[in-house]
Each structure stands twice: as C-alpha cells, then as structure tokens.
Nanobody, 121 residues
C-alpha cells in the first residue's frame, strides 16, 4: 500500500509562517512529481506549487515569492514553506504525487487527505 500523509496545518495570524509536510510511504520505486493544491470553502481546488524529480518547480502567481516547495528524497517527503501568510491563503491543502510503485501497481496518482490552514486577520 502506498499513501500520502500531509501535516503541519494549523491556525496562524496574517504575516505568519507555516511549513507543511507531505510524506509518502509504502512500496515506492520512484516519485516523478509532487504538487501542493488547496481548496478554500466554496471554491475549486487550485494548484499551489509543484516540484518535479529534476528539482524544477512551479508556483501559482498568488504565492510566488511567499511559498517555497522543497523535497527530501531520502525521506520521500515534500515540504511547503509558507511565509507572509494572508487570510486568502486559508484552505485545506492537499498533496498529490505522481509516482511508480515497486509492488507491481505501476504508475500511481495519489492524493493525501489534506491539512487545514487557517490564517486570521
């Protein structure tokens, strides 16, 4: 079984920081890319940041300069450092991984269950 587990969400004041973690566990052969997404109440899920196996990254315009995505390959963990948080960053944050399982399941597109980030004004 392969799964993603997010952690690090919580309540923070505007201007504050949080670091989210996305840990992949199970029979993993390789991870192609991991993305962070968020969904605010009443809104569609949107892409926040992406990191590829090459190390290249992409960010939504709304978070550029404030958020940084990084990874620890040894731990199969991807982080999202969020600085200068704004109330409009309030959402459930999900990670998504495009990976290859080593247990015969082949290529997988996995989602975590999400972690709530609340930014107070």
């Amino acid at each position: 079984q392969v799964q993603l587990v997010e952690s690090g969400g919580g309540l923070v004041q505007a201007g504050g920081s949080l670091r989210l973690s996305c840990a992949a566990s199970g029979s993993i052969f390789s991870i192609n890319a991991v993305g962070w997404y968020r969904q605010a109440p009443g809104k569609q899920r949107e892409s926040v940041a992406l990191i590829r196996s090459s190390g290249s990254t992409n960010y939504a315009d709304s978070v550029k300069g404030r958020f940084t995505i990084s990874r620890d390959n040894a731990k199969n963990t991807v982080y999202l450092q969020m600085n200068s948080l704004k109330p409009e960053d309030t959402a459930v944050y999900y990670c998504n991984a495009d990976l290859f399982s080593s247990s015969g399941l082949g290529r997988m597109d996995l989602w975590g269950k999400g972690t709530l980030v609340t930014v107070s004004s």
